[in-house]
């Protein structure tokens, strides 16, 4: 079963960008969705970006839309996320997600990283 790995959290002042990365232990299938949710302590985790691996697609959650940008690297198995103009609550643990259906609901998405803490100061 295919495994994902975050990295690239941090600490970072408002303003500023950071970029995640989330790696695939294994191949990922063209049929899968990649997505991007996060979660502060007390809260659902919400839903950030999604890309579908065969074509590309893209959608964004109205929070991050023209800040964040969500792209993949096929053949490395692996799914980016880049993140500028970030304001103190974008904080959050930031999870990758894989699923198979277009979709921003956390439900349609089985396999699930660990997590990468992402702090924006003011």
């Known amino acids: 079963q295919v495994q994902l790995a975050e990295s690239g959290g941090g600490s970072v002042q408002a303003g500023g960008s950071l970029s995640l990365s989330c790696s695939a232990s294994?191949?990922?299938?063209?049929?899968?969705?990649m997505a991007w949710f996060r979660q502060t302590p007390g809260k659902e985790r919400e839903f950030v970006a999604l890309?579908?691996?065969?074509?590309?697609?893209?959608l964004y959650a109205d929070s991050v839309k023209d800040r964040f940008a969500i792209s993949k690297d096929n053949p490395g198995n692996t799914v980016f996320l880049q993140m500028n103009r970030l304001k103190p609550e974008d904080t959050a643990v930031y999870y990758c997600?894989?699923?198979?259906?277009?979709?921003?609901?956390?439900?349609?998405?089985?396999?699930w990283g660990q997590g990468t803490q992402v702090t924006v100061a003011s």
């Open positions: 997600a894989r699923g198979s259906r277009y979709s921003s609901d956390r439900t349609d998405y089985f396999t």
């Open positions: 294994g191949r990922i299938y063209s049929s899968s969705v």
């Open positions: 890309i579908r691996w065969h074509s590309g697609s893209v």
